[in-house]
């Protein structure tokens, strides 16, 4: 089973960027999903973004047009470029890889956007 490892967040003020990496244990080329979800204090976790195998990418309604998604796959690596960003995406950020009956999760990592 893969294992992710996120890190990048840390306090940013409204308006500010981050880039959130997720590093993968073993190659995620064959990794048919990988994804950033987050999840605010007293809400449930959410999508944020993912991107396919293929290269397709999904962002959502709250993250369309600020955050980008991408990956390096020979660096095992899932990137989230949040531009512009705002107190309403302070969250513990989570990276996800589903393949097979896999869903894995990373720890997690803080996103706090205040000035």
């Known amino acids: 089973q893969v294992q992710l490892v996120e890190s990048g967040g840390g306090l940013v003020q409204p308006g500010g960027s981050l880039r959130l990496s997720c590093v993968a244990s073993r190659n995620i080329f064959s990794i048919r999903t990988m994804g950033w979800y987050r999840q605010a204090s007293g809400k449930q976790r959410e999508l944020v973004a993912n991107i396919f195998s293929g290269g397709n990418t999904n962002i959502t309604d709250s993250a369309r047009g600020r955050f980008s998604i991408s990956r390096d796959n020979a660096k095992n690596t899932v990137y989230l470029q949040m531009n512009s960003l705002k107190p309403e995406d302070t969250a513990v950020y989570y990276c996800?890889?589903?393949?097979?009956?896999?869903?894995?999760w990373g720890q997690g990592t803080q996103v706090t956007v205040s000035s």
């Open positions: 996800n890889a589903k393949y097979g009956w896999y869903d894995v």
